[in-house]
Nanobody
Framework: VQLQASGGGLVQPGGSLRLSCAAS????????LYWYRQAPGKQRELVAG???????TYADSVKGRFTISRHNGKNTGYLQMDNLRPEDTAVYYC????????WGQGTLVTVSS
């Protein structure tokens, strides 16, 4: 399984970005998809997760601003990020687990004026 994260970039505070996670292989549609992030000097933290059936959970810090979704037919997951704040600046990673963890390569999100 390979995951390819994309969609990061530089955005002003209050702006929006949509991250994508494209997966190869056949297990994507039956596994929970997670988005994590790692800010400079900090540990990687869980941002959101979505089950194959679409049940989503979020970290308190992003509730009401981020929306996780998935398209199983396209083997792709998404993280819509609205009302971005400077503290959202981080490298964002997608992950699925099938006994072992498969990570995407990360995409950098920078929120700055």
């Amino acid at each position: 399984v390979q995951l390819q994260a994309s969609g990061g970039g530089l955005v002003q505070p209050g702006g929006s970005l949509r991250l994508s996670c494209a997966a190869s292989g056949s297990i994507f549609s039956i596994k929970t998809l997670y988005w994590y992030r790692q800010a400079p000097g900090k540990q990687r933290e869980l941002v959101a997760g979505i089950t194959p059936g679409g049940y989503a959970t979020y970290a308190d810090s992003v509730k009401g601003r981020f929306t996780i979704s998935r398209h199983n037919g396209k083997n792709t997951g998404y993280l819509q990020m609205d009302n971005l704040r400077p503290e959202d600046t981080a490298v964002y990673y997608c992950k699925i687990t099938d006994g072992i963890a498969y990570w995407g390569q990360g995409t950098l999100v920078t929120v700055s004026s």
